[in-house]
């Protein structure tokens, strides 16, 4: 029976590629399918590749497992989101004029108002009063974020999740740059 | 002349004795083989009609109003030349399986009344990305003509078709009684033609959205039902990402008394959830929002007597992410459901017990293989009347042999549930043992979906094929209509199947089979077979070819990577001029190979709209 032969066939096989290489863009092949000739590259011999570094991700064959791509998307969704729960989400926080950044893990807190006292103790200074109308208020400092898509945007405006969800690092401006933002 | 009254409360089965008493006595009669072989002859046909059948037309038509079913109403049609006229002129739904099998001008010609659609198109494995883009079944130009013929069309149900914007706003502008829109696995369209129908649509009865590949640009659309529309029965919006205006939906909820299924989408939070409960707590059918969220123990509770106040639920779906933390609001409606959907649920085998412990009338379960066989146990010891399981797996790709289910979890739902008749089950290892165990305890399978998700994995624990699991599944289970294959296979399991399969309609192959005679076993022996979906197997031109007699019988044939070529093609094209052949060739391949083909009966002669990289032979 053809599947019992497969240790032998293996070592006489041709093949393109180095001899002593594995392609290892191919996954583990039954032998039956050897006969299709667009297979003929690259069959991976099981225990060889067992004794090779083993975190290598056997690569994924075009529709298999049958899983529809809805399916795949939200678990695939939702696995990051359990990964970023479970490792924490941190973000660079730079201060301006300060010496070198920090970081912080913004899943840690549950809204704006933790989130500006933790950056306040951290930076050892005080933020004003957020309005939508005129962002921070009563300070010289304002903490700004940078978004999915590369903008710099005010802390405060979109709800909480969202921001977690879309902030990349957090910056806290000072000074001048800062009343512009007042004006806007 | 008899006149005979028949009630309209006629149970099924005596229409269905009365038309084969009916059929018996016009196929014996001799003067039926004229009007039968009489093409349209209509001046004979007054006299030959009342004796054959004693009845006049309008008895005629009015009995076969009750049929429903597509199937008997075409084997109504093929009696003779006065019920196919009787019977196109009273169908009132149409089902098309395959919208390339037939075209919307043939149709049209023949059934004038039609009020409800239901169109499939793409091959299957589309699902699976085995189908390039563009690839076609694009609604449109049905659409164009059912407005011209069918201008009161209520309900259009699509499977696997392309519609883009412009199309759903035609069909929202262009039928006016328009009540029903289901979507299921379509793609080209987004939340844009979406407000086209809720603008427009002034008798909705019916919206429901699932699993589409579909552009999701922003919650407007429910904005946009009009203070008007209180007729909506179905919403189902639970694959859309996008915040939908609460606001909107609530005052939806409220105004739509006879609302009985509604599945919101992750926008939605739990005390939301709980006030459209309040709302409706006649719904029959409830997806939930997302489950994760701080309850005070007020909200708590008033979410528990909501669902409490829900006395007809009886399907649960929805469960987005990890929900653990509220599952026990939902106690108190368990006991009457029937059909739990926690398959986008990641729980664990503690948190399923618990939910199951509360459940002993479910019928059907969907799951995540987090559960576990621990988990599958507890659905074993706690639902004696499950009749459909289905374990999807939570994490496809990895190959942590640790995570997911085993054979241990349905041997353990076998036994406890004897009923169980239907199974779609995602697992890394399986023995031929397991299978034959479980088949024994529940020889009633109609559907065995079993993906051991690894290609050609053998029995773990005799590391032979899995052929005997198999054949062990078409030898006990006499009513199998469904089955798709996955493990080592050999010819052997294709050899089982002809053999005993005698009631297989759907056949799904994957990574299996030795050489041709596989193909060729399940092809000479399986006499209902209508749909052979094959991947990645062994079988050839010879195989390909065994089954020119049969393909027309069949609704498709679908075979990629295996070992055709376009000779064979050709060649059955040429022998089979009712058979679209179709091939698809991969990037880089020879010339000769016909890398991914598709095969099905037609009415309607070649696609006009193929692409270019589908080629019609």
């Known amino acids: ?184 | 002349m008899q006149v005979v009254w028949l009630r309209s409360s006629l149970a099924l089965r005596d229409l269905q004795a009365f038309i084969q008493h009916t059929v018996v006595y016009c196929k014996m009669d001799p003067k039926l083989q004229k009007t039968k072989n009489s093409s349209s002859n209509s001046a004979n046909s007054p006299d030959s009609t009342h004796s054959l059948f004693p009845f006049p037309d309008e008895v005629l038509e009015r009995v076969l109003s009750f049929l429903h079913s597509h199937k008997d109403r075409s084997s109504v049609s093929l009696v003779c030349k006065d019920w196919y006229d009787a019977e196109r002129w009273t169908r009132t739904k149409l089902f098309i399986g395959n919208c390339y099998s037939v075209s919307p001008e043939i149709v049209a010609r023949r059934f004038p009344r039609i009020k409800s659609v239901t169109l499939k198109g793409k091959p299957r494995f589309s699902d699976f990305n085995l189908v390039p883009q563009h690839w076609g079944a694009d609604v449109h130009s049905w659409l164009v003509v059912f407005a011209k013929v069918y201008p009161f069309l209520e309900e259009l149900r699509l499977k696997r078709m392309t519609l883009n914007d412009e199309s759903l706003k035609f069909l929202a502008t262009s039928f006016p009684g328009f009540k029903a829109l289901s979507l299921l696995s379509c793609e080209g369209f987004s939340t844009d033609g979406l407000k086209a129908i809720a603008t427009h649509c002034k008798n909705l009865t019916e919206l429901d959205i699932q699993e589409n590949g579909m552009d999701d640009l922003g919650g407007g659309w429910l904005s946009c039902f009009s203070e008007n529309c209180s007729s909506l029965e179905v919403l189902n919006f639970a694959s859309l990402n996008s915040e939908v205006s609460f606001d909107a939906l609530e005052k939806l909820v409220r105004r739509c008394k006879s609302l009985r299924i509604l599945k919101v989408n992750k926008s939605i939070t739990l005390d939301q959830l709980q006030q459209l409960l309040v709302l409706a707590p006649q719904l029959i059918e409830l997806g939930t929002g997302s489950f994760q969220q701080e309850l005070t123990p007020l909200q708590y509770e008033g979410l528990g007597i909501a669902f409490s106040n829900c006395k007809n639920l009886q399907t649960l779906s929805g469960f987005w992410e990890d929900t653990s933390l509220h599952l026990p609001v939902l106690y108190s409606a368990c006991p009457s459901l029937t059909f739990l959907n926690l398959s986008y649920a990641t729980l664990r085998s503690g948190e399923l017990a618990k939910i199951v412990a509360h459940s002993p009338n479910i019928r059907r379960l969907w799951v995540l293989d987090t559960v576990g066989d621990k988990g599958l146990e507890a659905v074993g010891s706690s639902c004696p009347f499950l009749e459909e399981l289905r374990v999807f797996p939570a994490d496809p790709f990895e190959q942590d042999l640790h995570h997911g289910v085993t054979e241990a979890g349905f041997l353990a739902v076998s036994r406890g549930c004897r009923k169980l008749h239907y199974v779609l089950y995602f697992c890394r290892q399986m023995t031929n043992a397991a299978v034959a165990t479980i088949v024994q305890n529940c020889p009633d399978f109609t559907h065995f979906r079993l993906c051991i998700m690894n290609p050609g994995e053998r029995d773990y624990l005799t590391n032979e094929p899995m052929d005997e699991a198999f054949g062990a599944v078409v030898k006990t289970c006499t009513n199998l209509r469904r089955l798709a294959l996955s493990g080592l296979l050999t010819d052997l399991t294709f050899e089982y199947i002809g053999k005993y399969a005698k009631n297989l309609e759907a056949l799904s192959v994957a990574f299996a089979g030795s050489s041709d005679r596989g193909m060729q076993c399940v092809l000479q022996g399986c006499p209902k077979l209508r749909k052979l979906e094959i991947r990645d197997c062994p079988f050839g031109n010879a195989a390909l070819l065994s089954g020119i007699e049969k393909y027309e019988t069949m609704r498709s044939l679908w075979m990629s990577a295996c070992n055709v070529t376009m000779s064979a093609c050709k060649l059955l094209a040429k022998e089979m001029p009712r058979l679209n052949v179709e091939v698809m060739r991969d990037e880089g391949s020879d010339e000769s190979q016909a890398d991914k083909v598709y095969i099905y009966r037609t009415v309607a002669g070649s696609r006009r709209d193929a692409p270019p990289f589908v080629v019609t032979l």
């Open chain 1, 1 to 184: 029976m053809a599947y019992e032969n497969d240790m032998n066939l293996k070592a006489t096989e041709l093949r393109l590629g180095l001899p002593g290489t594995i392609d290892e863009s191919q996954i583990k092949e039954p032998s039956f399918l050897k006969s299709n000739n667009k297979r003929s590259s690259g069959d991976m011999d099981n225990s060889a590749n067992e004794d090779e570094c083993s975190p290598v991700p056997k690569a994924q064959v075009v529709g298999w497992p049958p899983v529809r791509s809805y399916r795949k998307n939200v678990l695939q969704q939702q696995k990051k989101n359990f990964d970023s729960d479970v490792l924490g989400m941190y973000v660079k926080v730079s201060m301006d004029g300060a010496p070198y950044l920090r970081k912080i893990d913004i899943k840690v807190y549950k809204n704006y108002p933790d989130l500006l006292v933790a950056l306040e103790n951290m930076f050892k200074f005080s933020i004003g009063v957020y309005s939508e109308r005129e962002g921070y208020n009563g300070s010289e400092y304002a903490p700004t974020y940078e978004d999915k898509d590369g903008d710099w945007m005010l802390v405060g405006d979109v709800p909480w999740d969202m921001f977690v969800n879309s902030c990349k690092r957090l910056r806290i401006m000072k000074g001048s740059e800062v009343k512009g933002l007042g004006c806007l």
